[in-house]
Nanobody, 122 residues
Framework: QLQASGGGLVQAGGSLSLSCAGS????????MGWFRQAPGKEREFVATISWAGGNTDYADSVKGRFTISRDNAKNTVFLQMNSLKPEDTAIYYC?????????????????WGRGTQVTVSS
């Protein structure tokens, strides 16, 4: 199971740090990702990280502002979000892949956690 946390309400330009804790199985050998879904929009890729953290990738819309990281000893993945914009408002979901690779393709993820709401006010 995956559980995302750390969402909340923040003003534009602010920061939030999301966490995704795994339980019931270890995710340390698998690529992990963050996705988001805004009201009325489709789910979109945000960031991904390979099993050892050596490879990361980001959506163009968040590059330079968001940072994905992981602590395999704690079975946890993080998403540090800086310089937040109103368009970042969405429910953020973490996901666990089927392999150790990082990937932006949602269909390559097997495990999905409950999301956490991020709201950025202008």
């Amino acid at each position: 199971q995956l559980q995302a946390s750390g969402g909340g309400l923040v003003q534009a330009g602010g920061s939030l740090s999301l966490s995704c804790a795994g339980s019931g199985r270890t995710f340390s050998n698998y690529g992990m990702g963050w996705f988001r879904q805004a009201p009325g929009k489709e789910r979109e890729f945000v960031a991904t990280i390979s099993w050892a953290g050596g490879n990361t990738d980001y959506a163009d819309s968040v590059k330079g502002r968001f940072t994905i990281s992981r602590d395999n000893a704690k079975n946890t993945v993080f998403l540090q979000m800086n310089s937040l914009k109103p368009e970042d408002t969405a429910i953020y979901y973490c996901a666990g892949g089927a392999t150790g690779r990082s990937t932006s393709r949602h269909y390559e993820y097997v495990y999905w956690g409950r999301g956490t709401q991020v709201t950025v006010s202008s």
